[in-house]
């Protein structure tokens, strides 16, 4: 069974979760709610994804044991000014030849103050996230059932 964590900070409304695969990869979901700036963000994802990649193996450990470690964090806020992207997906990367490295380390951040006018399932799930009625929940819900699938 799957490693699983959830905290939740009141003064930051946020929850903080995260879980292990069925394939092994380690996933920790940071969702961040009415806070336009939280301390240290773009630090704390670096740090913690990088903690959960190393801290698979102990000294002595074949490097073979090591999965693939991915955050999400979704954002009520637009966390990068310069463009309208919902959607942006960091991995290690070689900008002056363009070549992803190989790896095993991702940050995803999801902004839904920007989803309007796109489709995909991901956008589906973060009007989940941005609904806070109860006829928003039901419209969603109708409309948007492969969501909870």
């Given at each position: 069974?799957?490693e699983?964590?959830?905290?939740?900070?009141s003064k930051?409304?946020s929850?903080?979760?995260?879980?292990?695969?069925r394939?092994?990869?380690?996933v920790?979901?940071?969702v961040?709610f009415?806070i336009?700036?939280?301390?240290?963000?773009?630090?704390?994802?670096?740090y913690?994804?990088?903690?959960?990649?190393?801290?698979q193996?102990r000294s002595?450990?074949d490097?073979?044991?090591?999965?693939?470690?991915?955050s999400?964090?979704?954002?009520?806020f637009?966390f990068?000014?310069e463009?309208?992207?919902?959607?942006?997906?960091f991995?290690?990367?070689?900008?002056?030849?363009?070549v992803?490295?190989?790896?095993?380390?991702e940050?995803?951040i999801?902004?839904?103050?920007k989803?309007?006018?796109?489709?995909?399932?991901?956008?589906?799930?973060l009007e989940f996230?941005?609904a806070r009625t109860e006829?928003?929940?039901?419209?969603?819900?109708?409309?948007?059932?492969h969501?909870?699938?």
């Open positions: 069974m799957p699983t964590w959830i905290a939740s900070d930051q409304k929850l903080d979760a995260g879980a292990g695969s394939h092994g990869t380690h920790h979901i940071f961040i009415l336009p700036r939280v301390r240290n963000i773009r630090m704390n994802l670096q913690y994804t990088a903690r959960m990649y190393v801290d193996i002595g450990d490097y073979a044991k090591l999965t693939r470690a991915i999400i964090i979704i954002v009520d637009s990068f000014s463009d309208n992207a919902y959607h942006h997906r991995r290690l990367f070689d900008a002056q030849n363009e992803t490295y190989p790896g095993s380390i940050i995803n999801l902004e839904i103050p989803r309007r006018g796109n489709s995909s399932k991901v956008s589906h799930w996230f941005a006829e928003q929940y039901t419209v969603i819900n109708t409309e948007s059932m969501i909870l699938q």
